[in-house]
């Protein structure tokens, strides 16, 4: 079942953020952009890759108005032994959650109930705490923030600019589409 244009669950957490240990819950994520990157595991192989070309693209996702927020079943604690064990993480300015009962990831729908992990999942939400977009890997397929970057585009585009949608590959500046009969069979 899909979970697009639906609300994020209710959620309070702690989150290894800037050096410290903060509470985040669903309040604070209201009022802006976000966007959810759960993964397995810290310590592990894919996923710092993952976390670390997120921070690559961080501070452009933050001129778009986005904040985000990475998620593992691993506590806040162990978000920060792998902050200070890691080159890569040491990267990450965003607030990673700690998510050791599951609740999150349960209800994003990305748990592995027999591992107790997430799987690779990517969601855009609105300011309302609708999902927009929904994206879910297999544990050995990485993501790109690249393409990640694109679709929060596009979200934002579809959301100010009522009737138009955009087509695949589009980026700001091309041509967007506006359906209609018009278009009905003539692309």
Excluded at 13 to 40: C, M, Q, R
Excluded at 95 to 111: E, N, Q, Y
Aim: hydrophobic share 40%.
């Amino acid at each position: 079942m899909s979970n697009i244009n639906t609300q994020i669950p209710d959620f309070t957490t702690e989150a290894f953020h800037n050096g410290a240990i903060k509470k985040i819950s669903k309040k604070d994520v209201l009022g802006k952009w976000s966007v959810f990157v759960f993964y397995p595991a810290d310590f592990t192989f894919v996923c710092p890759t993952e976390l670390g070309d997120v921070a690559d693209h961080y501070e452009e996702l933050q001129k778009m108005g986005v904040e985000v927020y990475s998620v593992s079943t691993d506590t806040h604690f162990v978000h920060k032994a792998w902050h200070e064990a890691s080159d890569t993480i040491k990267k990450i300015k965003f607030p990673m959650l700690g998510d050791a009962s599951g609740k999150i990831t349960r209800g994003f729908g990305v748990m592995i109930e027999d591992d107790g992990q997430a799987l690779r999942g990517t969601f855009v939400v609105n300011p309302e705490g609708v999902i927009k977009t929904a994206e879910i890997h297999d544990l050995g397929i990485g993501r790109s923030a690249e393409e990640l970057v694109r679709k929060v585009q596009a979200a934002q585009y579809v959301a100010n600019n009522d009737g138009e949608v955009c087509p695949a590959k589009w980026k700001p500046g091309n041509t967007t589409l506006k359906p209609g009969l018009d278009l009905v069979g003539k692309i």
